[in-house]
C-alpha cells in the first residue's frame, strides 16, 4: 500500500509541478518577453528553454524534500556501454527520418492537421536557440517521463502496463488532447521508453530523442523536400525498418531488469 501511496504522490507531483510552472513561465514570456523583439517570434522555443532552466531544478528540489529522494539517482544516470548508445542513436535516426518523410506527405501538410504547425514551430528557431533546448530539454523532458513517471509506474505494475501508461500521458498532456497529435506522442513515448528499460540508462532515451529532433532540424533546413508519395513512402519504410531493427538488436541484449525496491525506496 505505501508503494502505491509513494507512486501516486510523485505522479500527481511531477505533473502538477511541471505545468504549474510551465503555465507561470508561458504567461510571463508572453506578456513581458515576447513583445521586446521580433526575434522571440522566430525563436518561441525559448520559452521551453526558460521552463527548463528553471523548472529542472525546481523538481530536484521538489524530490529531494518531499520523497527524501535523489532525481539523478532516481532516473538511472549512469554509463552505457558503446553497442547501447549506438542502437539508441540509430532508433533515433530512423524516428527522425520517418518523421521527415512524415510530415512532408500531403495529407499531413494540410489544415485538416497540426503536425506541421507543430515542426515548424520546432525547427524555425536559430541553430545556437535549438541546440539548446535539443540538449537541455530532452535531458529534463526524458528525466520527468521515463526516469520518474515511468519508473513510479513500474514500482507498483507490470513494465507493459508501465510503458503504456506513461505513453498515454506522455501523448495526452503534451498535445491537450489532439487525437492525431497524441498518438503520434504515444508512439514516441513507446519506443523511447524501451531503450531507457533495456538498457537501464536514462541516457538511452535522452541520445534518441537527440538523434531524433537533430536530424529533423538538419533535414528541414537542408535536406531535400518532396511531395511523392511513393518516395516519401519508401524513406517512411527504410526509417521504420532502422527503429524495428534496432528494437529488435536492443532487446537481444536486454539487460536484467532492476527491482521494484531499486525504484521507489519505502
Not at 504522490?9 to 511531477?14: A, K
Not at 505545468?19 to 525559448?46: C, D, G, H, M, R
Not at 518523421?99 to 520546432?122: C, G, H, R, W
Not at 537501464?200 to 508519395?229: E, F
Request: glycine fraction near 8%; charge should be positive; proline fraction near 3%.
Amino acid at each position: 500500500m505505501r508503494n502505491w501511496t509513494v507512486s501516486i504522490g510523485r505522479v500527481l507531483l511531477v505533473i502538477g509541478l511541471y505545468f504549474a510552472w510551465f503555465l507561470t513561465v508561458t504567461k510571463l514570456f508572453f506578456a513581458y518577453i515576447y513583445p521586446l523583439s521580433p526575434w522571440f517570434e522566430q525563436n518561441t522555443l525559448t520559452v521551453i528553454i526558460l521552463n527548463d532552466i528553471i523548472g529542472f531544478p525546481l523538481m530536484y528540489f521538489a524530490i529531494k524534500l518531499i520523497f527524501k529522494q535523489n532525481l539523478f539517482k532516481e532516473a538511472r544516470f549512469q554509463k552505457m556501454d558503446g553497442s547501447a548508445i549506438s542502437l539508441s542513436l540509430w532508433v533515433g535516426l530512423g524516428a527522425g527520418l520517418f518523421t521527415v518523410a512524415f510530415s512532408q506527405l500531403p495529407a499531413i501538410q494540410s489544415d485538416q492537421f497540426k503536425f506541421q504547425e507543430l515542426f515548424e514551430y520546432l525547427n524555425r528557431a536559430e541553430w545556437y536557440v535549438f541546440l539548446v533546448f535539443l540538449l537541455l530539454g530532452n535531458v529534463y523532458k526524458e528525466t520527468l517521463f521515463r526516469g520518474l513517471l515511468l519508473n513510479s509506474f513500474r514500482g507498483v505494475l507490470p513494465v507493459t502496463v508501465a510503458i503504456l501508461l506513461q505513453g498515454l500521458l506522455y501523448g495526452v498532456l503534451f498535445f491537450f488532447g489532439d487525437i492525431p497529435l497524441s498518438l503520434y506522442g504515444f508512439l514516441g513515448a513507446i519506443i523511447f521508453a524501451l531503450l531507457y528499460v533495456w538498457f537501464d540508462s536514462i541516457w538511452a532515451p535522452i541520445a534518441a530523442q537527440v538523434a531524433c529532433q537533430g536530424v529533423q532540424y538538419l533535414l528541414w533546413h537542408l535536406g531535400p523536400k518532396s511531395d511523392d508519395i511513393f518516395i516519401l513512402s519508401a524513406v517512411m519504410a527504410v526509417a521504420g525498418a532502422m527503429i524495428a531493427t534496432g528494437l529488435y538488436l536492443g532487446n537481444r541484449r536486454l539487460r536484467k531488469p532492476y527491482s521494484h525496491e531499486e525504484v521507489i525506496h519505502t
